[in-house]
């Protein structure tokens, strides 16, 4: 298996893309590279993984951050993961641009209002993040919560998609 690398300038740093046959199976901020290879390394061994040029994902990225805020909504992704972290992921996909959620409606709408815990845990190991939108979830009291990019590049988005005034 071919894994192919792009990489894309943002406002709040460069974004590492890598995509399988099957989608994308790695969204990162390349100041955590090293995250990412060891989620490559873990989940896709010794995989030779090539550089590209523009990808069509590249490019819809780069209108999400034109501000095309839906580009991203068709991309295949290929994240791995148990049934349940699955099972999040694609509850974070149903949630549109330009609004948020908070852990426990997250938990609720997967079925499970118990499992807040497990909910943020799934949400912290999103290998796809942006297009997988975990930065789109938020403490039931308001506060911005965590973001694995980093909490400043977490409020670039929420603001960016017009969730955050300040």
């Known amino acids: 298996m071919n894994l192919k690398l792009t990489e894309v300038d943002s406002p709040v740093g460069r974004i590492v893309v890598v995509e399988s046959p099957d989608g994308v199976c790695a969204l990162e901020f390349d100041a955590h590279r090293d995250r990412l290879e060891k989620t490559l390394r873990k989940r896709f061994g010794d995989a030779p993984v090539r550089q590209q040029g523009t990808t069509d994902t590249a490019a819809r990225l780069r209108r999400y951050l034109g ?40 938990a609720r709408a997967v079925g499970r209002p118990s499992a ?44 960016h998609e017009g969730c955050l005034l300040m």
């Open 67 to 106: 501000g095309r805020l839906d580009a991203l909504d068709s991309i295949r992704v290929d994240t791995g993961g148990t049934p349940f972290q699955r099972q999040v992921w694609a509850a974070l996909r149903a949630i549109p641009a330009g609004e948020t959620r908070s852990y426990a409606e997250m």
């Open 116 to 159: 807040v815990r497990a909910v943020a845990r799934a949400n912290a190991t999103n290998p796809v993040s942006i297009i997988v939108p975990c930065h789109r979830v938020v403490r039931s009291d308001g506060g911005i919560g965590g973001y694995g990019g980093g909490v400043s590049r977490k409020r670039w988005l929420l603001k």
